[in-house]
């Protein structure tokens, strides 16, 4: 997301959570809605696959992303087929600790970039 498209997503007071993930993060719209479907019940990838309607394939590169972001974690269970996967978000508190503190290293450099100015 460009600086002026966030200035005028900001101005119109049409400014969700969800684009602020999209700012913050880099997430595109199947990453968020995996996401959200993910804070709202712990699933594995075939449930998240049928729920967004995507293939599996897709859907595992999603929550490699997530995972890696350090927004989605993963548990396994034993099932009679071996090890199952459950993916589950992390708190909306600590989403909202990890936004804060990205938007803050955000302005600081912001800030060192203005001061290099001569």
């Known amino acids: 997301m460009q600086i002026s498209e966030l200035q005028s997503l900001i101005h119109s007071g049409n400014f969700c959570k969800n684009d602020v993930m999209r700012c913050i993060f880099g997430l595109n719209d199947i990453e968020i809605k995996i996401f959200c479907s993910i804070m709202e019940k712990e699933s594995d990838i075939m449930e998240?696959?049928?729920?967004?309607?995507r293939n599996r394939a897709t859907?595992?590169?999603?929550?490699k992303n997530l995972i890696a972001i350090g927004i989605v974690g993963r548990?396994?269970?034993?099932?009679?087929r071996g090890r199952k996967y459950v993916y589950f978000a992390i708190t909306s508190d600590k989403l909202k600790e990890i936004l804060a503190a990205r938007i803050d290293e955000y302005c600081k450099s912001l800030k060192n970039m203005v001061n290099l100015i001569k």
């Open 75 to 80: 548990k396994g269970l034993n099932s009679k």
């Open 48 to 53: 998240l696959a049928k729920k967004v309607k």
């Open 59 to 63: 859907v595992q590169r999603v929550i």
